[in-house]
């Protein structure tokens, strides 16, 4: 399709809202020409996480802004950049916090394209006031409270005599305001709505970073919120909701109501497989910061497993020890122009639901799972079955324990190791990891096998226990299952949350269930 806009029309610039903050708020129509973009010029309040959508090898241009302070562009300049990179024939997305037209400039940008003659698109964004309110559990009107609302800048200083707001006709004029940029003014903006006639008793909440893990809002009256907002430190972005609707929120708060919210947990998993738990944490309002520990990467040779595949009828059963066992085997399995038929009579074990599940996807129902998704677990059960002098195949880490093959071996069956995969440490930033855990960023840690727990550790590189202990000081730290935990407290520390299964969704679980007793 990329092919297909470049080939079939000349530059366009697409001004495209970007919505508040979650990316999930982003319109279609904004995802399908992220996803086109040759350029992307993008703002302070357009969501980084949105650029995941954009092909590789697009120009990516941060455009900056942050209210006030330091402008990585002028805004000449950003008008002059898309106008050139239009001019150039390139499909150039400009991305903009909330909704382009709505105290964005982007008026002012489209004037200019349309001066300079280049194409040019327009796409609506969930604009900020909205998200705020919603995510703070306000609704913007509502039939008892309010008919009305009104979107105002208080970027104006409003004691200046030529201001374009008229504060007489609209402290009462609207049911519902809501002001953008109006944390540095606010003492003037309340004094100035009170003073023409709205009620000091009226309810205003400020919400900032609204719908982000970040949200953080506060709630009081024209009378209060002045001390209140500077009790808490809140600097911008934030938006303030004057009106009688800010009083629903006692009933109708539901972001900020999730088991999860406001906890900032690490999740140490391989890049490959973070994705699964950070979503269900992120669901339950965690934020996530993820931490690869681990890489996996392909073997430089399969001279062992493919040896097997020759003669792999003559298997009685193959076992799987992981997702990433299953992954590699098949892939490896499809590159010799085999596939699942070619297993047929081979019985298959898998060490737990996840593994079975991704088996099923590949056309293999598995024959065994234990009750207890561990390598002993897994070992027990066959032992139930009895396989001596049976023929095993175990595909799994280059570098993995020995517990299943040793306790196979020790009953008299053929067991046949075949590395598929290795799991190198990840190369991540010590300097960041020890960062975040001294300021105190990371409530918890979630460790889902024992190498993450290792590599985490040499990671960090404390020099010995104490410093180890600073570093934890105040982290949770939680366990997928015994093995892990084991390693966890071998190393000194505790563990302080642990599901009854050994699976990602118990584990999910868990942690919900911790946070929800304290
Ligand atoms: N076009 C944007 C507004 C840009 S003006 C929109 O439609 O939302 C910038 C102001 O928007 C900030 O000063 C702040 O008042 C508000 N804002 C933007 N994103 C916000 C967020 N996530 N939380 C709270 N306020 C936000």
């Not at 990585?72 to 909704?99: A, C, F, P, S």
């Not at 001279?303 to 009685?316: A, P, S, V």
Request: glycine share 10%; charged share 25%; proline share 4%.
């Amino acid at each position: 399709m990329t092919e297909q806009i470049k080939q079939t029309r000349p530059g366009k610039v697409y001004l495209v809202g970007a919505g508040p903050g979650d990316p999930g708020l982003i319109t279609l129509r904004g995802k399908y020409l992220l996803e086109r973009a040759e350029v992307v010029v993008y703002d302070y309040l357009a969501t980084p996480k949105l650029l995941k959508y954009v092909p590789k090898g697009a120009e990516l241009i941060y455009a900056g802004k942050k209210g006030g302070t330091k402008h990585t562009h002028t805004q000449e300049e950003i008008n002059q950049m898309l106008v050139d990179r239009g001019r150039q024939g390139k499909m150039v997305v400009r991305l903009k916090g909330g909704d382009p037209f709505i105290f964005g400039r982007g008026g002012e940008e489209i004037e200019q394209l349309a001066a300079a003659g280049i194409a040019f698109e327009v796409v609506p964004g969930v604009t900020s006031a909205t998200a705020a309110a919603t995510y703070a559990g306000i609704p913007i009107t509502h039939r008892e409270y309010t008919a009305s609302v009104a979107f105002v800048t208080g970027h104006e200083d409003p004691t200046k005599k030529d201001s374009n707001i008229d504060w007489s006709k609209l402290a009462t004029g609207a049911g519902t305001l809501v002001i953008y940029m109006g944390i540095k003014n606010l003492p003037t903006i309340v004094e100035n709505l009170v003073k023409n006639g709205r009620d000091a008793q009226t309810p205003v909440a400020v919400v900032r970073w609204a719908s982000t893990p970040e949200q953080h809002s506060v709630i009081g009256t024209l009378e209060t919120i002045v001390d209140k907002v500077r009790s808490e430190g809140i600097k911008p972005p934030a938006l303030i909701v004057v009106g009688e609707v800010v009083k629903l929120r006692d009933t109708i708060d539901w972001f900020e109501k999730r088991p999860l919210f406001g906890k900032r947990i690490m999740v140490t998993r391989t890049r490959e497989q973070a994705s699964e738990l950070v979503a269900g944490l992120e669901e339950d309002g965690a934020n996530c910061l993820e931490f690869s520990t681990i890489h996996l990467e392909p073997l430089d040779s399969y001279e062992i497993l493919d040896g097997e595949l020759e003669r792999i009828n003559e298997y009685h059963w193959i076992l799987f020890t992981s997702i990433n066992a299953v992954k590699y085997f098949f892939h490896r399995l499809h590159e010799q122009g085999m596939d699942s038929r070619d297993l047929k009579g081979v019985a298959v074990g898998a060490v737990g639901r996840a593994t079975g599940d991704l088996l099923l996807k590949y056309g293999i129902r598995v024959d065994l799972i234990p009750e207890t998704y561990t390598a002993e677990g897994l070992a027990e059960s066959l032992l139930d079955l009895g396989v001596e002098g049976r023929n095993i195949l175990i595909p799994r880490a280059l570098k993995a324990r020995e517990i299943l093959t040793e306790t196979l071996r020790g009953v008299g069956a053929q067991v046949m190791v075949a590395p598929v995969y290795q799991n190198v440490p990840a190369q991540g930033d010590r300097e960041q990891l020890r960062r975040v855990l001294e300021n105190g960023e990371v409530h918890m840690v979630t460790f889902t096998s024992s190498s993450t727990v290792n590599n985490f550790l040499s990671l960090l590189g404390a020099s010995d226990q104490d410093e180890l202990n600073r570093f934890l000081k105040g982290v949770k730290i939680a366990a997928i299952g015994p093995i892990t935990a084991k390693t966890v407290t071998d190393n000194g520390l505790r563990v302080d949350v642990q599901p009854n299964e050994y699976t990602i969704g118990a584990l999910n679980q868990a942690i919900v269930e911790y946070y929800r007793k304290k």
